[in-house]
């Protein structure tokens, strides 16, 4: 794929799924502050837990009934000392039985970038595709994306600056109730060139249908 087209598509999908992924932080924040309860957040509504998993598409990593307990894992989890260590939690719920036997690194990923999307880029089997990488741990992926970022940086910043009036529009909503959210911005327009990249590789690649965790 061409550079410009993998870096313009990607913006499409930043634009249409940003508002979206900054409304599942909020509730999320909303959720772990005590201002929505664990009732409500675990229906299936806009911004829930549920409608999360499913749309980020881990809901099959976790066994259904213990989605329940999943949450009260991951809210200790984040009040812990190891809130971003994706690995420890993809373990330790693997141990306590919510993920099927296996180390769903995906997923937790996925859920602990709802507590901390300023330092946490989530991992999938698209995101790995990308950047060409074959394991399952979350630090050695980590290392990749930082890399991808500074060897891009200026790439990155100027395609998000060519759309900047719209992302101002939708960010505009959530300034009040998301701090540094440039820090976010930036990490999904990341997020959505490792999913692009990804995807077309895939179709390259291999002709089959192909996972996205």
């Excluded at 549920?50 to 990593?61: E, L």
């Excluded at 602990?112 to 995101?127: G, K, R, S």
């Excluded at 300034?175 to 959505?192: A, C, H, T, V």
């Amino acid at each position: 794929m061409d550079k410009k087209i993998k870096y313009i598509e990607a913006l499409g999908n930043l634009l249409a799924t940003y508002r979206s992924d900054l409304f599942y932080i909020k509730r999320f924040n909303d959720f772990k502050n005590g201002r929505v309860s664990k009732t409500d957040y675990l229906t299936k509504e806009d911004g829930s837990f549920r409608r999360f998993i499913n749309d980020f598409r881990v809901a099959r990593n976790i066994s259904k009934d213990y989605v329940d307990e999943f949450l009260d894992e991951l809210q200790k989890w984040i009040n812990g000392n190891q809130s971003n260590d994706v690995d420890q939690l993809a373990t330790k719920v693997k141990g306590l039985g919510y993920t099927h036997g296996k180390v769903m690194t995906s997923l937790c990923s996925k859920v602990l970038f709802l507590n901390n999307p300023y330092e946490i880029i989530p991992i999938d089997q698209l995101a790995k595709r990308a950047i060409g990488y074959r394991g399952n741990r979350y630090s050695e992926f980590r290392k990749e994306i930082d890399s991808f970022r500074e060897n891009n940086t200026k790439e990155i910043n100027s395609y998000l600056a060519s759309v900047s009036n719209h992302i101002d529009q939708i960010e505009k909503d959530f300034n009040g109730d998301i701090p540094n959210i440039e820090i976010i911005r930036q990490n999904r327009y990341l997020d959505k060139i490792m999913w692009t990249t990804g995807r077309k590789k895939a179709r390259e690649i291999d002709p089959l249908p192909f996972d996205f965790v």
